[in-house]
């Protein structure tokens, strides 16, 4: 393209469509800043259509779901309990395995429970090790029970086929464990990093403890597992004198655990486990077995 000067401006030479060169560079840079406002638009509007799902992930962002870190298992808590075992709708928690006929069906009962589930880092390991295998996380704080759930959906959208056998429900395990599980029903309970309680007027709010084991091996299978774990060492040495002073209780051995595959995750799977491992603290575990007391 050539240019006349005169005056010390450049007048630029006509297209053959009477419109000058640059004119049609401006043309086509205020279409595509105007597409590009158009594309930014419909971003922010799906943005804000769910906000708390991640744009790159599809899963939920926890800054949505601020809770306090623990809760008082003592409050009164306002949240629906079945009347009793038969009465949990696992067609609600694990629709491709249970249909609403199945309730009866003793091959399609949970039996894993994990007690103060946190968000579901746990879960959403032992799901795939785990693939047949019905599994609950059980947690007293509304917005995170919420959040779990969501992130177990959006797992299953993502994963078709997978993470149907894990889902959550908002509860109190310390005062109805007899309403979720039948007699000897779970072959696994998880206490992973429970609220220590510190003080000594508060131990009562453990959530292991001598008459609370109780309950536990009531819904414990014989041979069933107890695994806790926790990075404060005065309740390590609180859990494992309860578990040691029970007599349906008898502590795994280390060959065993060693061989155990659920025990690796004790101190990775969760989000707490993983905080403790970035500032390298210790944990301390205590895993025991179910068994028949003597007679």
């Known amino acids: 393209m050539s240019a006349a000067v005169e005056g010390g401006c450049i007048e630029p030479k006509l297209n053959l469509n009477g419109s000058s060169a640059l004119e049609s560079r401006a043309v086509d840079f205020h279409l595509r800043l105007h597409l590009h406002?158009?594309?930014?638009?419909?971003?922010m509007l799906e943005n804000e259509a769910n906000p708390t799902l991640s744009k790159s992930t599809g899963l939920p962002r926890k800054r949505f779901y601020r809770a306090r870190a623990h809760s008082n298992p003592l409050s009164d808590s306002h949240f629906p309990v079945p009347t009793s075992?038969?009465?949990?709708?696992?067609?609600?928690?694990?629709?491709?395995?249970?249909?609403?006929?199945?309730?009866?069906?003793?091959?399609?009962?949970?039996?894993?429970?994990?007690?103060?589930?946190?968000?579901?880092?746990?879960?959403i390991s032992l799901s795939t090790l785990f693939p047949d295998t019905l599994m609950i996380g059980m947690e007293l704080r509304d917005k995170v029970t919420e959040y779990v759930k969501e992130r177990i959906l959006a797992l299953r959208l993502a994963n078709p086929g997978q993470y149907q056998n894990i889902s959550v429900v908002r509860t109190n395990s310390m005062k109805y464990i007899p309403n979720?599980?039948?007699?000897?029903?779970?072959?696994?309970?998880?206490?992973?990093?429970?609220?220590?309680?510190?003080?000594?007027?508060?131990?009562?709010?453990?959530?292991?403890?001598?008459?609370l084991l109780d309950e536990y091996a009531y819904a414990l299978g014989v041979d069933g597992i107890?695994?806790?774990?926790?990075?404060?060492?005065?309740?390590?040495?609180?859990?494992?004198?309860?578990?040691?002073?029970?007599?349906?209780?008898?502590?795994?051995?280390?060959?065993?655990?060693?061989?155990d595959p659920v025990v690796k995750l004790l101190s990775s799977a969760t989000e707490e486990s993983q905080k403790v491992a970035r500032n390298g603290g210790q944990t301390f575990q205590a895993v025991y077995r179910r068994i028949m007391p003597a007679t």
């Not at 406002?37 to 971003?43: P, W």
Request: with cysteine.
């Open 37 to 43: 406002h158009q594309l930014a638009e419909k971003a």
């Open 85 to 123: 075992p038969c009465h949990v709708n696992l067609s609600l928690h694990f629709p491709q395995f249970c249909s609403s006929s199945d309730q009866i069906d003793s091959s399609k009962k949970i039996q894993f429970a994990d007690i103060g589930c946190g968000f579901g880092g746990l879960l």
């Open 226 to 259: 107890i695994y806790t774990i926790t990075d404060v060492e005065e309740l390590g040495d609180w859990m494992k004198a309860c578990l040691e002073s029970h007599p349906m209780f008898e502590a795994i051995t280390e060959e065993e655990l060693e061989a």
């Open 180 to 211: 979720f599980f039948e007699k000897g029903q779970l072959s696994k309970m998880f206490f992973l990093f429970p609220d220590p309680h510190f003080k000594e007027k508060n131990h009562r709010r453990r959530v292991i403890s001598s008459h």
